[in-house]
């Protein structure tokens, strides 16, 4: 637009100054002379915008289509008043749903198909929203937006709107940090006061929950216990010591037959 107005700012000074001149020019001259100038202009607006055009079109981003991919719906929400929002995979292999819509969560049973039933597990079928623990049915979030779960299987929730960490393990719900109502940083310790947006991310390796506060540009850490982290240990440990305590059987009760091996045939011989 303002480009226009340049052009015809520059056309009314060209025709202003060849009717300046009128007295001392003959008429022709004055006509093809402001003829040529107007041309001229017409000719480098046109052109300026034909420029722009073409750098216009050459910023466009180029897309590569790969092929050999087919994309098909294994569970459609809409049917069960299910609006997933994001999913994780329980060490058991079952698919969990969040509802940040209707503060719900829910698992599901895989491989998936349209006709798998989600089963839920934490929250209100009503969709009802607050914070509230206890057990699962009874408990309540606000909106929550991430979820991840540990090596022993207890799901920690994204509570965002609540501005919370929440638990769900044997049977019930918890509140492990943060809350819109924790005086001066949480039920964790005083550096535990998240905004209401952040996503958890469990870390196997450090045995903790990785908190992205997206709202205060912060990455937080919370250790948790030894038990949800090394769960996956337990049975190949307590296989470890059962073979232990047999191989030192075995090799007692080794000892104690060459022993009385010797005694008995050694002084016959």
Not at 7 to 27: N, Q, Y
Not at 212 to 225: T, V
Request: proline share 3%.
């Amino acid at each position: 637009m303002c480009k226009n107005w340049v052009v015809f700012a520059f056309i009314f000074l060209v025709l202003l100054s060849g009717f300046s001149s009128a007295s001392a020019t003959p008429p022709a001259k004055i006509v093809s002379g402001v003829v040529s100038n107007i041309v001229s202009a017409l000719v480098k607006w046109l052109w300026s915008l034909k420029s722009n055009t073409k750098t216009a079109v050459s910023s466009r981003s180029m897309v590569k289509f790969e092929g050999g991919y087919t994309v098909e719906t294994v569970f459609d929400g809409s049917k069960l008043g299910i609006e997933p929002y994001s999913v994780e995979l329980s060490p058991t292999g079952e698919l969990l749903v969040l509802d940040s819509e209707n503060s719900n969560i829910y698992k599901i049973s895989t491989p998936l198909s349209r006709y798998s039933r989600p089963k839920l597990i934490a929250g209100s079928s009503e969709g009802y929203s607050g914070h509230v623990d206890g057990r699962l049915r009874e408990a309540r979030m606000n909106h929550p937006k991430g979820l991840t779960v540990d090596d022993r299987g207890n799901i920690y929730i994204a509570d965002t709107m609540n501005m919370a960490i929440r638990k769900i393990s044997d049977g019930a719900v918890t509140t492990i940090a943060g809350g819109k109502w924790a005086r001066g940083g949480g039920h964790v310790d005083v550096d535990a006061k998240f905004s209401n947006d952040f996503d958890v991310v469990y870390i196997g390796s450090s045995c903790s929950l990785l908190v992205i506060d997206r709202g205060n540009q912060a990455i937080r850490e919370i250790q948790l216990h030894d038990e949800d982290c090394n769960y996956q240990y337990d049975g190949s440990f307590h296989l470890g010591i059962v073979v232990l305590a047999a191989a030192a059987f075995f090799g007692y009760m080794l000892a104690l037959l060459h022993v009385g091996y010797n005694h008995c045939f050694l002084p016959m011989m």
